[in-house]
């Protein structure tokens, strides 16, 4: 089992900055992935970015690219979402996620592990 916790989320005026956090306990897995997605009120849960654990491969939806930076911390099991020129379109609960052997890296379905999420609102 792997236990993830998210937090940094807050309130932030646009155009400012967040950092999302993603601590995992429990077991790890070379051939894993470690998302973000998130879920608007109304609106189906989407992905945001993607990091690969072996490799530290990244991947960005269109909408986030430029101003969103996955990265990872191994020693510390923690992934983080540096989230910049925040627009209020970006407010939404922030989840992380870990998949095993993802064959899509943008397909919440295929991912094995989430957490409890971190609500993120943006303010115009």
């Known amino acids: 089992q792997v236990q993830l916790v998210e937090s940094g989320g807050g309130l932030v005026q646009a155009g400012g900055s967040l950092r999302l956090s993603c601590a995992a306990s429990g077991r790890t897995f070379s051939n894993s992935a470690t998302g973000w997605f998130r879920q608007a009120p109304g609106k189906e849960r989407e992905f945001v970015a993607v990091i690969t654990w072996s490799a530290g491969s990244t991947y960005y939806a269109d909408s986030v690219k430029g101003r ?10 923690t992934v983080y979402l540096q989230m910049n020129s925040l627009k209020p ?19 919440a379905a295929l991912y094995d592990y989430w957490g409890q999420g971190t609500q993120v609102t943006v303010s115009s």
């Open 68 to 77: 969103f930076t996955i990265s990872r911390d191994n020693a510390k099991n």
């Open 89 to 107: 379109e970006d407010t939404a609960v922030y989840y992380c996620a870990v998949g095993v052997w993802l064959t899509l890296w943008d397909d």
